[in-house]
């Protein structure tokens, strides 16, 4: 059965710390990826994703993201965190055949402590 | 330029009154998916609409739900009979037409409580 996972579900950590969040999926066939943030009360907005090519993609606010097909691994990572980016994140996983039937992860609440 | 517009952003209702979601797609978006998020959980997919079509609505619950996107206005999201179990945040997205793997983009949400 298709599935993506997030592991961890609290994540706390201090400014200008390293961040990396984890993502695995489990799919039959091609599978197109994404991180979503989604702040406070707001939309989800798309923070990167994957469709091809280059397995380490670029996303907004400094955030990216590694495929690792052997490990069936997206996980999002970020060099330094800002008190900002306190939210949840959700990775999201769709089938190149039919890309709106979007799986979603449980989520991973971030909190960036000042 | 517009995103997807959702209203009400924030909806209380009695157990067994009628809700009613509305979804305006982001301009040049001919396709809606309506998902659900029930606290402590990811977004599950519930429906797909074309203009005047439902594509895919695997995941709306049998009964009480209900959803159209008519050939003008939003598109409708539409719970009968309330329960307690409904209380979440239902969230909107859009996408073009065409390619296979075009991104979908969310709306800000709409949270229902039921009391």
């Known amino acids: 059965a298709q599935s993506v996972s997030q592991h961890n579900h609290h994540v706390i950590l201090s400014e200008a710390a390293s961040l990396e969040l984890g993502c695995n999926y489990s799919?039959?066939?091609?599978?197109?990826l994404f991180w979503y943030v989604q702040y406070p009360g707001q939309h989800l907005q798309l923070l990167l994703k994957?469709?091809?090519?280059?397995?380490l993609v670029k996303g907004i606010k400094g955030f990216e993201a590694e495929f690792i097909k052997s490990k069936f691994s997206f996980n999002l990572r970020k060099p330094s965190v800002q008190w900002s980016d306190t939210a949840e994140y959700f990775c999201?996983?769709?089938?190149?055949?039919?890309?709106?039937?979007?799986?979603f992860g449980t989520g991973t609440r971030l909190k960036v402590l000042a | 330029n517009a995103g997807v517009m959702q209203n009400p952003r924030h909806l209380v209702r009695r157990r067994g009154q009628e809700a009613r979601l509305r979804c305006s797609p982001m301009?040049?978006?001919?396709?809606v998916y309506w998902y659900r998020q029930l606290p402590e959980e990811g977004l599950k997919f519930m429906v797909y609409?074309?203009?005047?079509?439902?594509?895919?609505e695997s995941g709306m619950p049998k009964e009480r739900f209900s959803a159209e996107f008519p050939k003008e206005g939003p598109s409708i999201l539409r719970i009968q009979q309330v329960v307690r179990g409904d209380s979440a945040a239902y969230f909107c997205?859009?996408?073009?037409?065409?390619?296979?793997?075009?991104?979908?983009?969310f709306g800000e949400g709409s949270w229902l409580t039921v009391v």
């Open positions: 997205a859009s996408s073009r037409p065409g390619t296979v793997g075009n991104t979908i983009y």
């Open positions: 799919y039959g066939g091609t599978v197109n």
């Open positions: 994957y469709f091809s090519g280059d397995p």
């Open positions: 999201a996983g769709g089938s190149t055949s039919g890309t709106y039937k979007y799986i």
């Open positions: 301009k040049g978006h001919s396709h």
């Open positions: 609409l074309q203009k005047e079509n439902i594509i895919d």
